[in-house]
C-alpha cells in the first residue's frame, strides 16, 4: 500500500481562459492557487493526477521553524500563522496542531549545533529552547532512556499529508477557482516571447501568467523552454503504523528515527535524511553543481538505481505539444521504496520507542524530493520568460512552508508587498559561482 491519500472530485471542464494557471497541485501549487483565488483572480490549478498524490502526501507533515536555514526562518514563522487562517477560512481540518516538536541527542556535537541555531533563532523572536539531561529524558520519557539533552519547540508543530493538499484545493473551490485533476499540463505557448497559454492534453488555456509548481517535473518542463537550472531528486522511503501505541511524543526526532503522529492515531517512522540518488539526465547533467551537498551528505545518502530514469521525469528530452508526454505516462510519481531502509526504519523506531512494538505495519511507501544545490527553494517570476513564475527546489522542506510559499507567490504576481525577503529564493543565485553555498544555520 503506498502513502494514504484523501481524494477529492474538482472540477471536469477545462476553462478556455484564466488570469493565472498553475502548473501542479502539491502544496505549494495548491497554496498559490489558493491565495491568488482568495486576492480575486480567475485561476486555474492543473494537475496530471490526484491532488496532493506525490511528495506533498508522502512527507513527515512537520511543519518547523526549529534547524531552518536562515534564510527559510521568515517564511517557516509566517507558515505556522498561515495554516491556522486557511483552516479557520476553509472550515475543515488540515490536520495542523501546534503540539511542539522534540529533539533528543546523545551528541554533543548536535547539541553544540542546535544551541548554536538557537542563539540566532531567538533573537529572531522563535521560541526554541535547549534541554538539559533531567529535562530530555523527562519529555523522552517515552524512550525509557538517558538523553545527553534536546531541543523542545513548543510553537512547532504538525500536519495532515494525507488530506491537508486536498483540503486546501478545496478553498481554491471555494474562492472561485477551477481545479483540474488529471489534466497534464504540455507546455507553454509564447507570443513575442511572452507566455500567452498553457497547453494541457484537453486543450489550450489562453493566459499571460503561469507558475510552476511541479517538484521534480519542474526541470524537464522549463527545459522545454530553453530555462536551465540544477535540480536533483532523491528517493525518500518511509512507513506508517496503525494506531495503539500509547504514550508517545507527537513528534519526535533522533539520529536513529524519527516518529511523528498521524491523524488517524498511527505514526509515520522515518530516518531524517536518509535517501537513494537514483540517476537521470538531470542529475547526470548538474553532477557538479551537486558535488558540495552530496559531499556532506555521504553517510546519509546512497546510489539507488533505475526507477527514476524509467519515469522519464527528469528527462533532457523534447517533447511534442501534439504527442503524448512523460506526465501523461506516469499519472501518479508512486516509486518503490527501499526495503533495507524500511526494515532498518522499524527496528530503530522500536528500539527507540517500545511501546511501537504493539503496532503492525499500515503503509509504505517512498517519495521523490526536489533539491536544488543549496537546499533552498526557487521562488521567483523573473524565470527568463515574461509572464512564467517559478516555485520548486523545496529540497524536503516545502509541506511546512506551503502556505508561505503560496502566499508570497500570490504576494508577488497581486503587487502587494510580500511577507518575506524574496532574494535568496531568486533562480539568478545559481549562475555564477553561488551555487552549493550555504547558510551558517
Known sequence: MSAPLHLIQTDPDLPAEADVVIIGAGIVGVSAAYWLSRGGMKVVLLEKGSVGAEQSSRNWGWCRQQNRDARELPLS???????????????????????????????????????????????????????????AAQRGRATQQKWLGGVWSPSDGIADPSCAAPIIAKGVLKHGGHVIQNCAARGVELSAGAVCGVITERGTIRTRQVVMAGGVWARSFLNQLGINFPQASVRSSILSVKPGAKGLPDALHTTKASVTKRGDGGYTLAISGNGRVDPTPGILKSTVQFLPMFT????????????????????????????????????????????????????????LLPELKKTDIQAKWAGYIDSTPDGVPIIDSDSGVPGLFVATGFSGHGFGIGPGAGHLVADIILGRTPITEVEQYKMSRFQASSWGKVSDF
Not at 490536520?95 to 533563532?121: P, S, V
Request: proline share 3%; glycine share 8%; hydrophobic share 30%.
Open 77 to 135: 514563522t509566517r507558515s505556522l500563522s498561515l495554516w491556522e487562517d486557511m483552516t479557520a477560512d476553509i472550515g475543515e481540518s488540515l490536520g495542523f496542531r501546534r503540539c511542539g516538536l522534540l529533539y533528543l541527542t546523545n551528541d554533543q556535537a548536535e547539541l553544540d549545533g542546535w544551541n548554536k541555531w538557537g542563539n540566532f533563532a531567538r533573537g529572531e523572536g522563535v521560541d526554541t529552547r535547549m534541554l538539559n539531561a533531567s529535562e
Open 296 to 351: 556532506r551528505r555521504w553517510r546519509q545518502l546512497a546510489p539507488g538505481g533505475l526507477q527514476a530514469w524509467r519515469y522519464g521525469f527528469d528527462t533532457n528530452h523534447k517533447w511534442r505539444m501534439d504527442q503524448t508526454t512523460p506526465m501523461e505516462k506516469t499519472r501518479i510519481l508512486d516509486p518503490k521504496p527501499d526495503n533495507n531502509t524500511i526494515k532498518a526504519t522499524l527496528k530503530n523506531a522500536q528500539s
